[in-house]
């Protein structure tokens, strides 16, 4: 086994270096980082942990996220480790390492909550920040539950989706990838006072989607709305929404439009692009983040890896800021 050479910044180990190793060859792990097992095995710990959930058992349209993880870690592969937009080096600033896969119930989806819960739980005892990469949306119920627990109260939301993702029952089953949110509030694990829904579009199945929607709390800026009002005035609103809360991003990858990520479960015209996605996010820095997931990457329904690179570089948004956050308490 040949020993493999890495970038070694600031006292922490980052990706395998592209410069005596090809990006193309070898493990992918999310953006070539180390594994949290080899990290753990040297006597280290990691600051943030980036985990898949491999699981598609509460889809109800299009499968296949089970095999998003894996394709956002093949996808990851170019990604670097300084980001200009933010000027800082995330995997230099904390140490970041992938975590693998959960091992979840791909049928029994009560058992597999129960186990993306008590997972959660087990990867943050040690205050690290989990980062998870799904999966379909049903997987954002248990990790809001482990981020509201670790938090000591309910967290702000920021949910990025083209649907609301609040409704109430599907087929009769109370835990599907269209119902967690409904299922957070009324576990009072997500802070009625700071939640919003970013980007969502599309047809309801009537007005009560709505009027539900806004009764349990959530505030809604349309993909419409990003259009017309601009990020810069977006950002505004969500940073004054949520202020020093702990708060969770939760990002459905539909909510960019299917020129931006054909490859996912419940497609919807009139997304917003990658790149608005992005300088939204890039907008949230210095927010009390305690935690991401970024779901519904299903790439037998990609091309050309359109979806599955915009899923890794959201993930590197995402690590970006909460690096940062880190860096500077
Ligand atoms: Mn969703």
Redesign the pocket.
Known sequence: MLETPRVIDNGNVGPVNSALVPRYGGEATYALLPRLRDLEAEGRRADIKVVGIPFDAGVSYRPGTRFGPGHIRQSSRLLRPYNPATDTSPFAQVQVADAGDMAVNPFNIGEAIAEIQKDAMALTEDGATLVTIGGD?TVALPLLRAASARAGQPVALLHF?A?L?TWDTYFGADYT?GTPFRRAVEEGIIDTEAICHVGTRGPLYGKKDLTDDERMGFGIITSADIFRRGVGDVVTQLRERVGERPLYISV?I?VLDPAHAPGTGTPEAGGMTSRELLEILRGLRGLNIVGADI??VSPGFDHAELTGIAASHVTYELVTLIADRLAHI
Request: charged share 55%; aromatic share 0%.
């Open positions: 949306h989706d649907h993702d990838h459905d539909d779901v519904e």
